[in-house]
């Protein structure tokens, strides 16, 4: 199983950047898909993207198609997050998610196995 601890958050202004990583541990992370999800204060856990094992096919949610894009370096064992054209409805806790099944693409939280601590992305309007 991986560890994951996600960095690269903090404040920014609408309409502006940031990129997201996770950097994961353990020798099996080019096995994983990985996830992206973020929540909201008083909200459940939404699906932001994921991507496969390969890096080869992502998803992502609708809300944030086109701006934002999920990438992996299996040699660095990480994967990020760039977020561009930043909303200040994207302020929430961001958290990166590691699923066994390499192929999937999964939106459903429970079907991760390993998750990280998760890191705070405010946007100011």
């Known amino acids: 199983q991986v560890q994951l601890v996600e960095s690269g958050g903090g404040l920014v202004q609408a309409g502006g950047s940031l990129r997201l990583s996770c950097a994961a541990s353990?020798?099996?992370?080019?096995?994983?898909?990985i996830g992206w999800f973020r929540q909201a204060p008083g909200k459940e856990r939404e699906f932001v993207g994921a991507?496969?094992?390969?890096?080869?096919?992502?998803s992502y949610s609708d809300s944030v198609k086109g701006r934002f894009t999920i990438s992996r370096v299996n040699a660095k064992n990480t994967a990020y997050l760039q977020m561009n054209s930043l909303k200040a409805e994207d302020t929430a806790v961001y958290y990166c998610?590691?699923?066994?099944?390499?192929?999937?693409?999964?939106?459903?939280?429970?079907?991760?196995?390993?998750w990280g601590q998760g890191t705070q992305v405010t946007v100011s309007s």
């Open positions: 991507i496969t094992f390969s890096g080869g096919d992502t």
């Open positions: 353990g020798r099996t992370f080019n096995s994983y898909s």
């Open positions: 998610a590691a699923n066994r099944n390499g192929f999937s693409l999964s939106d459903y939280p429970t079907l991760y196995q390993s």
